[in-house]
C-alpha cells in the first residue's frame, strides 16, 4: 500500500474518531441536561401547583378501575327493597350472582365512563384541595413550632370535599343512574351507551338543573367521607411514625384501613340518601318518591329502619379503603 493511501486512511480515521468523541459528547451534554430541565420543569410555579391536582386524579381513576365491580355492587345493595322493612336481604355474593346470572360478567363494569369522569373531576379538587389547603397551615404552624394538628387536617379535609363534590355531582349522578338502570323493566331501560350519553339525554329530557340532584347530601357524604379518609389516615400515620417500629409500607396500609373505617362510618348513611335522591325519575303522576335529603332520610327510617342506612357495610369499607 502507498503511503499517499496509508495517510489518506489515517486521516480518514482520525476523521472519525473526532466526529464520534464530538458526537459522544454531546450526547453526554444531553443526558447531563435532560434530568435538569425536567427538574427545572416540575419546580415551575405553575406545575407545582397542578401536580398535587394530577396525582390525585390518576390515584382515584386507577383505584376506580379496580374497584368498580364493588361499587355496583353497593349500589344495588343501597336500592334493594326500597320501601319495605322486611324481605329478603341481599347479600354481596347474591347480588353478584344475580349480575353474573344474566351472563355478561362486564356488567359489574357497568358505568365505568362516569366512574372514571367523576374520579378525575371529583378526586383531582379533593385532593388538590386539600394539598393547597395544608400548605396554608403548614407555614403558620412551623413559625409556632408545632406540627399541623388534627382539627386543622379535618377542617382541610371537610372543605375540600365539599368543594369537589359540587363540582363532581354531575358525573355522580350519571354513575348511579348507569348503575341501576338494570333494575328497572327492560322496556323501561335507557341503556345508556356512556356518561356523555347519560350527561346529554338526563340534560335534555329532566333540565341541566337535574344533573346536580342529590348535590347536598353528595357534598355532606364527601365531607364526611374526607373527614375519614384524609384527617384520620395523616392523624393514624403520625401516630404510627411516632409510637409503632413498623415499616412505612406497613404504616401506610394500616393508616389507610383505619382511615377507610372511620370514612365508611361517617359517610355511608350521606351515600345512601346521595343513591336513592340520584336514582329516583318522576312517575306517571309527576311526582318524586323523595323531596330532599331530609325527606328521604325522614321515609327510609319510618318504612326500612335506621340500620337500612348501613346496609352493605362490608362492601361499602372495601370499596372506600384503597381510595384512603
Known amino acids: 500500500m502507498s503511503s ?21 459528547e454531546e450526547t453526554a451534554q444531553v443526558v447531563e441536561r435532560t434530568p435538569r ?12 401547583g397542578a401536580l398535587p391536582f394530577i396525582n390525585g386524579g390518576l390515584a382515584g381513576m386507577t383505584a376506580t378501575t379496580v374497584i368498580q365491580p364493588i361499587d355496583m355492587v353497593k349500589v344495588r345493595l343501597q336500592l334493594a327493597g326500597e ?20 351472563g355478561k360478567a362486564l356488567d359489574l363494569y357497568t358505568g365505568l365512563s362516569a366512574g372514571l369522569l367523576r374520579q378525575a373531576v371529583y378526586t383531582t379538587a379533593r385532593l388538590g384541595f386539600f394539598d393547597t389547603f395544608m400548605n396554608l397551615v403548614k407555614p403558620r404552624a412551623e413559625r409556632q413550632g408545632r406540627k399541623v394538628g388534627f382539627s386543622e387536617r379535618a377542617v382541610a ?9 359540587m363540582i363532581g355531582n354531575p358525573a355522580d349522578l350519571a354513575l348511579i343512574r348507569m348503575q341501576s338502570d338494570g333494575l328497572k323493566p327492560k322496556d323501561q331501560r335507557a341503556n345508556y351507551r ?14 341541566v338543573p337535574a344533573l346536580w340532584a342529590g348535590a347536598l347530601p353528595t357534598v355532606v357524604r ?17 401516630q404510627l411514625q411516632s409510637r409503632t417500629k413498623l415499616s412505612s409500607k406497613t404504616q401506610t396500609l394500616t393508616a389507610s384501613a383505619i382511615a377507610g373505617f372511620f370514612a365508611s362510618f361517617f359517610s355511608l348513611p350521606f351515600d345512601f340518601i ?33 340500620m337500612r342506612f348501613y346496609r352493605g357495610f362490608g362492601t361499602y369499607y372495601v370499596r372506600i379503603a384503597p381510595h384512603a
Open 194 to 207: 356512556s356518561v356523555v350519553d347519560a350527561l346529554t339525554r338526563i340534560a335534555k329530557s329532566e333540565g
Open 157 to 165: 379535609g371537610l372543605s375540600a370535599g365539599g368543594l369537589a363534590a
Open 83 to 102: 320501601g319495605l322493612r322486611t324481605g329478603p336481604r341481599p347479600t354481596p355474593l347474591g347480588v353478584t350472582r344475580e349480575i353474573l346470572a344474566s
Open 274 to 306: 346521595k343513591t336513592r335522591l340520584q336514582k329516583q325519575q318522576r312517575g306517571p303522576d309527576g311526582k318524586l318518591p323523595y323531596q330532599g335529603m331530609m325527606d328521604c332520610f325522614r321515609k327510609v327510617a319510618r318504612d326500612e329502619g335506621l
Open 4 to 24: 499517499t493511501a496509508k495517510k489518506a486512511i489515517e486521516a480518514a480515521k482520525q476523521k472519525s474518531n473526532t466526529a464520534i468523541a464530538a458526537v459522544s
Open 37 to 48: 430541565a425536567i427538574d427545572n420543569f416540575l419546580h415551575q410555579p405553575w406545575v407545582k
Open 222 to 238: 364527601a365531607m364526611a367521607l374526607n373527614f375519614g379518609q384524609l384527617a384520620f389516615f395523616s392523624e393514624a400515620k403520625q
